[in-house]
């Protein structure tokens, strides 16, 4: 006989198998709607589920950001590239035009020379001064050398000394500019600066080398008609019975240089003697003799004559004392009966006539401004 307990118990487990085969029959249904990607909730109009994602749905939509922005960030710095090779083109075709503008448009013209910087020319900060283009001033001690009175060293002490005036004023500032048109004056007289001129003379016998002279006597201003109207001056000087080279200048400065002792500038004689020089005494001329005032030898000696003849010598010296070459034989009492300078710093009188003057070749200017 079956126990009605029994029954209701078997009743109840059937019918928790039937539940469970129910739920177990649901998840394989969401299991094979999540493989074909939904359809079942669309086909049943399930609306979508809102709020943060969970699980792999939450890594992938993280990692979909992220490669966004990097996306973005990659775009903009391609941008940035693009804009500095775009400036850097603009840059580079901007120098290349300057380049270009600064280069020589001729074939006789140069380039300048590179800067410290790469570009053309010589660097110049902001606080560097332009130099203005000459307005005609002149240097007050330019101005009297270029005058004929002195050298500018020379000028310098006489401006020290109060001895210039320009325009009514007596003027004792060094570096002081005279303005175009001012009248200047030394030691009363007024000056005006002029152009360089250079004339050499063959002087003759019986002049004397001085601008005038008291007693009406010839001189050599007498022989250099034509030369202009600029006053030249002779660079050094030669005795009234001397011949030979002679040089005017108004070069204040050339005339300076060629006479100071300093620069041991040659001059070469030709000397006729009243009787034959002995071999001893050129030889002491070489070596050195003592005059009354000082000591005294001679570059370069020797006869120019005939074997016979030994009274012609030609002496070389860079000297310029008085009368030195006169009282350098009269030491060993020999006369001088003819004295002539064959050649003066270079400068000869060769193809150049006694009594006749010529103007100096730029070339022969040149050369004598080099002398050291």
Not at 91 to 113: F, H, I, L, Q, V
Not at 155 to 181: H, N, Q, S, Y
Not at 211 to 229: C, E, I, Q, W
Request: some cysteine.
């Amino acid at each position: 006989m079956s126990n009605p307990r029994d029954k209701n118990s078997n009743k109840s487990s059937s019918d928790d198998g039937k539940r469970s085969n129910k739920r177990n029959s649901g998840s394989r249904g969401a299991d094979k709607g999540g493989a074909h990607g939904g359809r079942d909730s669309k086909s049943r109009g399930d609306k979508p589920m809102r709020g943060k994602p969970v699980g792999d749905s939450a890594s992938r939509g993280s990692r979909d950001i992220d490669s966004e922005r990097s996306k973005n960030s990659d775009s903009r710095r391609d941008r940035n590239r693009t804009g500095e090779r775009s400036r850097d083109g603009e840059r580079s075709s901007k120098d290349g035009d300057r380049r270009r503008d600064s280069r020589p448009s001729g074939r006789g013209e140069r380039s300048a020379p590179r800067g410290k910087f790469g570009s053309y020319g010589k660097s110049r900060s902001r606080n560097e001064q332009v130099v203005k283009p000459d307005d005609g001033h002149i240097r007050l001690n330019k101005y009297l050398s270029n005058s004929g009175i002195c050298s500018r060293r020379d000028a310098d002490d006489l401006i020290k000394a109060g001895l210039v005036e320009v325009d009514g004023k007596i003027v004792t500032e060094m570096g002081f500019k005279v303005p175009p048109g001012s009248q200047v004056k030394y030691a009363g007289a007024r000056i005006t600066p002029e152009k360089p001129v250079y004339v050499l003379l063959n002087k003759p016998k019986d002049f004397i080398t001085t601008k005038s002279d008291p007693a009406d006597r010839r001189t050599v201003m007498n022989l250099l008609k034509g030369t202009g109207k600029e006053r030249i001056y002779p660079v050094g000087r030669l005795d009234r019975a001397t011949t030979g080279v002679l040089l005017f200048t108004n070069d204040g400065d050339l005339a300076k240089k060629l006479t100071h002792p300093k620069h041991e500038v040659k001059k070469l004689y030709h000397v006729h003697l009243d009787k034959a020089v002995k071999k001893e005494h050129i030889d002491a001329m070489l070596a050195g003799v003592e005059l009354e005032d000082g000591p005294m030898k001679v570059d370069e000696i020797s006869y120019v004559g005939t074997e016979k003849d030994k009274k012609q010598i030609g002496v070389q010296i860079h000297s310029g004392r008085n009368r030195i070459v006169r009282r350098l034989f009269e030491h060993f009492n020999y006369k001088v009966l003819k004295l002539d300078r064959v050649t003066f710093a270079g400068l000869t009188k060769k193809d150049l006539p006694r009594s006749k003057w010529r103007h100096l070749r730029p070339e022969e200017v040149a050369s004598l401004k080099m002398l050291k």
